[in-house]
């Protein structure tokens, strides 16, 4: 069996250690004995959705963040395509904005590629902070770190988790990031993945699935590690606060 | 409870001050601390005088922001041996809150040379070189310490260097100042000359993306229109921001490849053109995003620096190079070093400043400054070494791959404020270089408060390593059973406390142990640790 993963435009949408993600969904792969190709989709290159079995879509710094959009735009065609026939995605950030219909900061309008119902308003507050959350994807908590002046309004879409510690998509709402067919969306980096081994494991059974059919599923690794440093976060910002 | 012991703290600092035959000058902090109340009889009293007392040019006021400051000084040395740099300038402030203008109009009176050097890496190595340099000339310099690189630090190095009469301790003043907090400092200083050393990613929790720090800096320069810039051009980042500011500006850089492929990353900042946004193209990179580079879209492009090193060589493991016609056998281990030394001697030469020793200065310099201090305990050589963003850390490990012999590798990923809350950096370094046999590494331990993270990013590299519950007990595992070179890399919340531990071992290995103080000692570092 072998995977392809697309990440879109890394020269750009680099920030916060997005690679990480990457680096994850590769091993992760490679250990069980599935094969797993990165084709990294630099900007200009021409983005062949029909070969990518997975997509990830990083944040990045403001100017670099507009210059991606311009780039998304011209394939926002086939994206959608790909979104809607089960592609899977995840989206970290300024990606996760990206998606959605528009970023609108204090100077300017982004226009976004609408796959998303959501909009996003940015305020001058940040929201920066080690973050936890409940989510249906796994039984344990996710954890992360978030840095955004982006307020996300979901709208209808269900959210990835309940935020048990830390700001989440607005601060108030008390719900963090999207979910929506196989389209994972959130502010939290950290990287996300290596920490919470379960999501990362849902992003690549749900492609295997779409590639090989139902019947294709993921043998158990050893994830202790990974445990440990997602519980000593829980441990330390949320269980000690009861 | 909080306020009880702020109140018995304040009573006792009164005291002293008063004990110290001081008082009349020093209740005016005091004062000014317990609720601002004899401010306005002290605005008078400086009216009164004059703006431009008879005493070096200082105000009454000023020249009692500065005995302020040196108590505060004297009250640190006494009682908190280490730490709190940036105490005196506080104090001074609360005193007289434009002290740094005034003090640096004093400094410029007098006819002295006020250095600044700014950028995210190589700032304290950069002003070191520079003070070296003119010291071996003769001359006195000012500096502030190391981390001491915002207002209050800056200030206490200027405010602590006046004496009695309000004349500068010093021909000449070299301060390092923090990109982020440059816009406030500049223009109050009005430097002679900027050094610019590169820009790159740091806690993007503290201070936000780098073209932020960027915009920072733009304005700080922007405000300080007589200053001359030296700027790094192989920096395109930095380079950036001289169609857009007045000062004059000279340029140094290395035109030839000498940095090893182990410190580079993939992820870089500044690709794209920051005026037309086409991708730039380089004939190579040195490291981070510096290198040669040029814009295809406008015609932006690295200018021909001023000063360059050529001949660069690498003998014996330390570089030696020419700057001009003179060659220098330097003691810099890492080529990162040749960038600092050009930065240093490039403002030397900028300001026209005579330096007939430069050669002998160059060369006896020890770029092992105490960020990268070296111990040796019974057998074991150790080098302390800080990394505090991605290209730092880069950087580390390409200079120790470099070095010959079988070695261990600690590493301390703590997560203080002052390291920045989130330490997703760790995946922008290229860890790769660590695996396998060529690397001559026999162990990696990682501790510090997220040293699950960093075993977890060395995991997904296929690398295996250690993990301890403390930089002790992991420097004591390496001395039991490591090998005889041991590298401990900390990120800047663990450098006062590793150095402490490390000399501490240093002195029990020779065998000139005080067992009553280092267990107290002891305790306080297992409290840090717990903290942290």
Same mark, same amino acid.
């Given at each position: ?68 959009? +311009? ?89 990835? +988790?309940?935020? !048990? ?42 492609? !295997? ?8 599923? !993921? ?24 | ?97 434009? /002290? ?28 070191? /070189? ?82 932020? /720090? ?44 000498? =940095? ?23 004939? =190579? ?14 015609? =932006? ?51 026209? /400043? ?76 290229? =860890? ?101």
């Amino acid at each position: 069996m072998k995977l392809t993963i697309g990440h879109l435009y890394p020269d750009l949408l680099n920030l916060y250690g997005d690679t990480g993600n990457i680096q994850c969904l590769k091993k992760r792969l490679q250990w069980r004995g599935i094969e797993a190709e990165v084709i990294p989709c630099q900007s200009g290159s021409r983005v062949d959705f029909d070969r990518l079995d997975l997509v990830l879509l990083g944040g990045g710094p403001d100017r670099e963040q507009e210059l991606a959009c +311009g780039q998304l735009k011209e394939i926002r065609r086939d994206f959608e395509a790909y979104v809607r026939e089960n592609g899977t995605v995840l989206a970290v950030c300024g990606g996760y904005q990206l998606l959605g219909n528009y970023y609108r900061t204090g100077v300017k309008t982004l226009e976004g590629l609408g796959i998303l119902n959501i909009y996003t308003e940015w305020e001058p507050k940040r929201l920066v902070s080690n973050i936890i959350l409940k989510s249906p994807l796994c039984p344990e908590p996710v954890t992360g770190f978030e840095n955004h002046g982006g307020r996300t309004n979901i709208g209808d879409h269900s959210p990835l +988790g309940r935020v !048990l510690y830390g700001y989440g998509n607005t601060e108030e709402s008390g719900y963090e990031g999207v979910l929506y067919k196989n389209v994972v969306a959130t502010y939290l980096h950290g990287p996300l993945l290596p920490k919470n081994p379960a999501i990362c494991d849902y992003l690549l059974e749900r492609a !295997l699935k779409k590639k090989y059919g139902e019947n294709a599923h !993921l043998q158990p690794l050893s994830d202790r590690l990974e445990h440990i440093a997602n519980h000593s976060i829980v441990a330390r910002y949320y269980t000690s606060l009861w | 409870m909080w306020i009880f012991v702020r109140t018995i703290a304040t009573e006792k600092m009164g005291l002293y001050m008063i004990q110290s035959g001081y008082m009349g000058l020093l209740y005016c902090p005091y004062i000014l601390e317990r609720g601002n109340v004899i401010m306005g009889a002290n605005v008078e009293l400086s009216n009164a005088e004059g703006n431009r007392g008879e005493n070096g040019g200082l105000a009454l006021r000023t020249r009692l922001a500065i005995h302020a400051a040196k108590l505060a000084g004297w009250w640190l040395r006494k009682w908190k041996k280490g730490g709190g740099a940036a105490l005196p300038g506080y104090v001074a402030r609360l005193v007289e809150p434009e /002290i740094l203008t005034h003090l640096a109009q004093a400094v410029r009176r007098q006819g002295k040379p006020i250095f600044v050097v700014m950028g995210t890496n190589g700032k304290t190595t950069t002003n070191s /070189i520079l003070c070296c340099i003119l010291e071996t000339e003769g001359s006195r310099v000012v500096i502030n310490r190391t981390g001491a690189n915002m207002l209050n630090g800056v200030l206490s190095a200027l405010a602590l260097a006046f004496d009695r009469r309000g004349c500068l301790k010093g021909d000449y003043v070299c301060l390092e100042v923090d990109e982020n907090a440059s816009a406030g400092i500049l223009p109050l200083l009005q430097p002679d000359c900027v050094i610019l050393t590169n820009l790159f990613r740091d806690q993007l929790d503290r201070f936000g993306e780098v073209e932020l /720090i960027l915009e920072k800096v733009q304005n700080a320069i922007a405000a300080a229109p007589r200053a001359k810039l030296v700027v790094d051009c192989d920096d395109a980042l930095l380079c950036s921001l001289l169609p857009r500011c007045e000062n004059p500006v000279v340029t140094y850089g290395i035109n030839q490849p000498v =940095f090893a492929a182990s410190a580079r990353s993939d992820v870089r900042e500044g690709c794209f053109c920051p005026f037309c946004g086409k991708r730039l193209e380089y004939d =190579f990179f040195h490291y981070g995003q510096l290198g040669i580079w040029k814009c295809t879209g406008c015609g =932006f492009a690295r200018p021909s620096p001023d000063y360059t090193a050529s001949e660069i060589q690498l003998q014996k493991g330390v570089w030696s190079f020419c700057l001009g016609n003179m060659r220098i056998h330097s003691k810099a281990r890492a080529p990162y070093n040749i960038c600092n030394t050009l930065a240093a001697y490039g403002a030397i030469r900028a300001l026209k /400043i005579p330096a007939p020793h430069l050669k002998e200065a160059l060369e006896g310099f020890d770029y092992g400054n105490k960020r990268e201090n070296r111990f040796c305990i019974g057998r074991m050589r150790i080098q302390l070494h800080l990394a505090k963003n991605p290209v730092g850390f880069q950087q580390k490990i390409s200079l120790l791959l470099g070095e010959p012999g079988p070695k261990d590798l600690l590493i301390q990923i703590n997560d203080a404020w002052q390291d920045g809350r989130d330490v997703s950096w760790l995946w922008d370094v290229d =860890f790769r270089h660590l695996a396998g046999d060529g690397s001559g590494l026999a162990s990696i331990t990682v501790c510090g408060s997220r040293r699950y993270d960093m075993a977890l990013r060395l995991k997904y590299e296929n690398i295996p390593c250690r993990i301890a519950e403390s930089l002790e007990q992991a420097v004591r595992q390496a001395l039991r059973c490591g090998s005889e070179n041991l590298y401990i890399i900390v990120n800047y919340s663990g450098l006062h406390q590793a150095n402490r531990l490390l000399q501490e071992l240093a002195e029990e290995g020779r065998g000139k142990e005080k067992p009553q103080k280092n267990e107290s000692k002891k305790r306080s570092l297992e409290k840090g640790e717990l903290l942290s």
